[in-house]
Nanobody, 118 residues
Framework: QVYLVESGGGLVQAGGSLRLSCAVS????????MGWYRQAPGKQRELVAR???????DYADSVKGRFTISRDNARDGVYLQMNSLKPEDTAVYYC????????????WGQGTQVTVSS
């Protein structure tokens, strides 16, 4: 079991920045991807950014050049630096970890609200 706790969400004006953090605990053996998803009202949850394996990254086209994902080497945390925020970035942001010990298992945090005002 992997436990995820997000922090760092809030209200920011367009053009501003926020940094999301996700604390990872529990059994971290077999973690393959660490990432962030978001879900806006009335929309499906979508990938924002993820780290695959040791260092490969994958970003949604809508955030490329504005958001940066990182993690610490011990896989104790995963972070999302969000710059040049836009109102369309408003959503609940979820931390996600995938493990591959017993097939692919997904773990999710409780979510943190990000609101960008125009």
């Amino acid at each position: 079991q992997v436990y995820l706790v997000e922090s760092g969400g809030g209200l920011v004006q367009a053009g501003g920045s926020l940094r999301l953090s996700c604390a990872v605990s529990g059994n971290k053996i077999g973690i393959y991807t660490m990432g962030w998803y978001r879900q806006a009202p009335g929309k499906q949850r979508e990938l924002v950014a993820r780290i695959i394996g040791d260092s490969n990254t994958d970003y949604a086209d809508s955030v490329k050049g504005r958001f940066t994902i990182s993690r610490d080497n011990a896989r104790d945390g995963v972070y999302l630096q969000m710059n040049s925020l836009k109102p369309e970035d408003t959503a609940v942001y979820y931390c996600n970890v995938q493990t591959i010990i017993r097939g692919v298992e997904d773990y999710w945090g409780q979510g943190t609200q990000v609101t960008v005002s125009s």
